[in-house]
């Protein structure tokens, strides 16, 4: 078996690059008027009361997983009928 070299060269990266001059290319953090190290986020008030009511679910959906967890550990679960019919039908029709 034998491989073929091949010669690859970096012409169509050193054209894109020869069109623009480099200080044109790129601004600066200085130009931009940004201190290095600076970054930073600002949430919007409904931004943050979302994401407050969203670890509130979390919290909460844990702790219903726990509750129904013991309950089905001491054997004492019950699920009710009406909503699991409704689902069992809602998941045949699909």
Known sequence: MSIDRVNISNAGIDRSQSSQPAESARSTD??????????????S??????????????????????????QLQAGVYEAP??????????????
């Open 30 to 43: 200085k130009d931009r008027g940004v201190s290095g190290g600076s970054d930073s986020i600002a949430l």
């Open 45 to 70: 008030l409904q931004a943050s009361e979302l994401n407050r009511l969203s670890k509130t679910a979390d919290e909460s959906h844990g702790q219903r997983l726990e509750r129904v967890r013991a």
């Open 81 to 94: 009928t009406e909503d699991l019919a409704q689902r069992l039908i809602d998941f045949n029709l699909k």
